[in-house]
């Protein structure tokens, strides 16, 4: 294998993983970010040209087109939520710009499932391929980082009839323990997720990082 593909992956996700970190002090750290998904996605995109693995390269395309597409279509929506020219100042029929929102909406969260998938299925083709256990545990921790989140919204939407008159309890009388009897479940399984996400990105990195020492393609998921 290429160590092209070592580096470019093993520094993709390790910026992928400080970006974020570093843009709460400064904002143009977080651009760091952006450069590790696209350094990533060429990694993705040259594992998977070397090891003939269509469902890489799909990955590594997406890693680059899935966020394009949901800036478009968020860009799209605002577009048309502004007001029409003629005449002038005439405001969007709300029921028009709701349907486009959820639109969008609905949009987004395809190609973020698709790009998830892809994700996923990436990391455990290249573990079985290439023998290295990282990928796998990376792709496990992703896996279990989405299960959690998932929960903790069916846990918030199970839950709305109760969290809605706490809710205007707390507009009334705001009361710090009563929002963390409302939110806090539901706050630790998201927390929880967002560490296995950290996780999930720092085994990433050791795997590229250990891919000169993989036996070479051995065959697919």
Same mark, same amino acid.
């Given at each position: 294998m290429d160590k092209t593909v070592k580096y470019l992956g093993g520094i993709g996700y390790i910026l992928l993983l400080v970006g974020p970190l570093l843009s709460f002090g400064a904002s143009a750290a /977080?651009? %760091? $970010? +952006? &450069?590790g998904v696209i350094l $990533? $996605? &060429?990694a993705w995109i040259l594992m998977g040209k070397s090891l003939g693995d269509k469902v890489m390269l799909a990955n590594g395309i997406m890693m680059i087109l899935g966020p394009i597409i949901t800036f478009v279509a968020m860009f799209g929506i605002l577009m048309s939520m502004l007001p029409t020219a003629n005449p002038p100042m005439a405001p969007k029929n #709300? &029921? &028009?710009a709701i349907r486009t929102l959820m639109l969008v909406i609905a949009i987004a969260l395809i190609v973020g499932i698709v790009c998830w998938v892809l994700q996923v299925l990436s990391h455990l083709r290249a573990g079985n391929a290439l023998g290295i256990s990282m990928f796998r545990y990376s792709a496990y921790c992703q896996i279990l980082s989405f299960i959690l989140i998932v929960l903790a919204f +069916?846990?918030? !939407? /199970?839950?709305i009839t109760a969290i809605v008159p706490l809710l205007q309890t707390q507009a009334v009388q705001p009361n710090p323990e009563l929002l963390l009897k409302i !939110? /806090? #479940?539901a706050f630790g399984l +998201? $927390? %929880? /997720?967002g560490l296995l996400s950290i996780a999930s990105n720092i085994l990433s990195a050791i795997a590229f990082f250990s891919i000169e020492e993989s036996p070479g393609f051995v065959g697919g998921l």
């Open positions: /977080g651009g %760091l $970010a +952006i &450069v $990533a $996605a &060429v #709300p &029921v &028009v +069916i846990w918030m !939407f /199970g839950n !939110f /806090g #479940p +998201i $927390a %929880l /997720g």
